[in-house]
Structures are given as C-alpha cells and as structure tokens.
C-alpha cells in the first residue's frame, strides 16, 4: 500500500512556543489529507479536511487560528500547532487519499501516518 | 448524526477466536472500515465491506455486516500474541468528503 510518513515523530516543546508537524505521502499525491487527534485510550477525533490548494476545512470546535493546516503541495500538508499549551498535548495522526472528491459508492482508502507524540510543558 | 459504538476491551486466549463488535447510526455509509492500531503507531487498514456485501473473508479474518440493525463484526481466527492491539471500526457516509467516522476502539487481549 502506500505509504504516508509524519515528522517528527515525537517532540516535547514549552508552552507558548509553536509546533510544527509535517505530513508526507511518499509514493502518491494526496489530493486531500486528513488530521486527526487521538486522546490515551481515546478514538481518532477529525480535526479538519485539507485539501491542495486551498483553505482547509475544520470541524466543529476546532479552533483554526490555534492549528494551522498548509496543504501547499500534493505530497505534503503541514499542521502548526500554535502558542502550545499543556492541553494540546496529545497524539496527532495525519491520513491521506489519493483520489479527488469522490461520489458514493467510490472506494478510496485513507492510508494512515505513524502519528506524532506532541508533548507540552 | 452519526455515530459509531464499539465495547471498549475484549481477552481471549491464543488460537482462540476473537469476534469485535461495532454499531453505527448512518443507514446511508457507504463503506465500512476496520483498522488495527497498534502501540504508539498509526492506524492499519485490516479490511473494508462495501455496504451491499453481507460478509467479507480475507484469510483470518471474517467480516459480517448487518446493514437492517446496522451491526458490524470482525472475526479473528486463531487469534495470535501478535493481534493484540486496539481495533477501529469506521464508517465513510455518503457525503463527497470522504471523511471517516470512527469507533472508540475495541483493546484486544491475548493471553498466551
């Protein structure tokens, strides 16, 4: 399958400070890419919908002036968490497809990053 | 809106059969998803079961949906130490986003 890497991996920042997160498909180009956010022990929560080229979609509750979606490219969109706080703490996992809006009853899978432990202190 | 249950932790012992279950509200998903995470690591695609289906086999692993009471099942046979991990179903809507309604995870357990 394809593959999809996020950088870093992990990274403890103090708060106040930005953070910024890089996500990668490496082997096709992303039209649309996702971001999510998994609390321990917790489900993946769906931050925003980005799309190439244009201004993300977030979903309700998302602050978007605090996490910051550039999809500047097919193959990279990048997340900035911004002014970090202790409660932004959290594992962010990044997902991409391969394949422009699609109707129902289409089938595109999402391949899913490796996440990033975001810790703030 | 849309939802999607799952219990939240399953044991079994190796070469067991494992089954997790998942209830979802939208009668209008299209597909339906179940992925493996395992510790500190993203999320795995295991299988997918277009909505029409009934039942999907991949190897180990069985597939059943039950589109009138909306119910979704994995099956694991000869469950291994390996397949401890949490386990998501999701659910893709008939929206043109693409976007994926996920389970709280089930915590699969094997005991050796």
């Known amino acids: 399958g394809a593959v999809v890497s996020q950088h870093p991996s992990r990274v403890i920042c103090k708060s106040g400070t930005s953070v910024k997160i890089e996500c990668r498909s490496l082997d096709f180009q992303a039209t649309t890419m996702f971001w999510y956010r998994q609390f321990p022990k917790q489900s993946l929560m769906l931050m925003a919908t980005?799309?190439?080229?244009?201004?993300?979609?977030?979903e309700q509750g998302v602050e978007k002036d605090k996490f910051l979606i550039n999809h500047a490219s097919l193959t990279l969109s990048t997340l900035t968490v911004t002014s970090a706080h202790p409660e932004d703490s959290s594992f962010y996992i990044c997902s991409a497809r391969d394949l422009p809006l699609a109707g129902v009853g289409v089938y595109n899978e999402q391949f899913f990053g490796p996440g990033t432990r975001l810790t703030v202190l | 809106g849309e939802d999607v249950e799952q219990s939240l932790f399953l044991s079994v012992r190796e070469g067991d059969s494992s089954v997790i279950n998942c209830t979802y509200t939208?009668?209008?998903?299209?597909?339906l998803y179940w992925y493996k995470q395992e510790p500190g690591a993203g999320l795995q695609l295991l299988t997918y079961?277009?909505?029409?289906?009934d039942m999907k086999q991949d190897q180990r692993l069985t597939v059943l949906l039950n589109k009138k009471d909306k119910h979704l099942s994995l099956r694991i046979a000869d469950t291994q130490t390996g397949d401890s991990a949490i386990y998501f179903c999701a659910e893709k809507g008939s929206s043109n986003t693409g976007k994926l309604i996920f389970g709280q995870g089930t915590t699969l357990q094997v005991k050796p």
């Open positions: 079961i277009f909505s029409n289906m």
């Open positions: 980005s799309n190439e080229g244009s201004k993300a979609t977030y």
């Open positions: 939208d009668s209008s998903s299209t597909y």
